[in-house]
């Protein structure tokens, strides 16, 4: 058998932009695994091995099977403890838990109305209306109405990666010296702005932004690999 990762994927069947899906690409690259990745639609999800998932990534290891990235991060750990370690230890694990919040409640909700019509762009007809009804619902204001302030959570955002920035000025990555599972978390909320927008998140002279150049160069350049524009 072999492992399997489910992606979404924007209409082209080449960008995959979900940023949970990148941090099990880099978490597999670390790891030293092989992996097919499998592009999926929004439609195509609930088709996904059993039947029972509604997000992505799932994986499908050998049999068996998780549908949270964390918890695909942590089965990785466990399964294959002879590899190069995603966490260094459970201290390791606990501050990756910090880093997966900190994530997702301070950084998600502005990258997401920043680049929600530009997402939207990417995709399907079909993949379109699931998402425009799924973000509306979230935002409480259409995708137009949304955007229309992007230009505001913009210039708000370099100040929310304040504490990255700080972490950086004494070590190169938040795992220390190597990169660590911490580090594929927030690398996959710069990815996805990356894929789906067409213009930088944060200047080019950021330190933020020089760590996550380095997070492209890493696992043989992985993260370059994606295409950005047909």
């Not at 924007?10 to 941090?23: E, F, G, N, Q, T």
């Not at 220390?176 to 990815?191: E, R, S, T």
Request: a negative charge.
């Amino acid at each position: 058998m072999s492992i399997i990762l489910y992606s979404l994927c924007a209409a082209d069947r080449r960008r995959h932009y979900s940023p949970h899906v990148w941090k099990i690409i880099m978490a597999l690259k670390h790891k030293e695994l092989q992996a097919e990745v499998r592009p999926v639609s929004f439609a195509e999800i609930a088709g996904i091995e059993d039947g029972s998932y509604k997000s992505v990534p799932v994986l499908n290891d050998n049999g068996h099977i998780e549908g949270d990235s964390f918890e695909i991060a942590v089965h990785l750990e466990r399964a294959y403890p002879d590899r190069p370690s995603l966490f260094g230890g459970p201290g390791g694990q606990a501050m990756a838990r910090f880093v997966e919040s900190f994530s997702q409640t301070v950084i998600h909700p502005p990258v997401s109305a920043i680049a929600a019509m530009d997402m939207h762009a990417l995709m399907s007809p079909a993949d379109q209306a699931y998402f425009r009804a799924a973000r509306e619902k979230r935002f409480g204001k259409t995708l137009e109405e949304a955007s229309a302030t992007r230009h505001i959570e913009l210039a708000a955002l370099p100040e929310k990666f304040a504490p990255l920035r700080s972490v950086l000025a004494k070590q190169p990555w938040l795992g220390g010296a190597q990169p660590l599972f911490a580090d594929y978390i927030l690398f996959g909320v710069l990815q996805w702005a990356r894929i789906t927008v067409p213009y930088p998140l944060l200047p080019a002279d950021d330190p933020v932004s020089t760590w996550f150049e380095r997070c492209l160069d890493l696992h043989g350049a992985i993260g370059r690999s994606v295409v950005l524009s047909d």
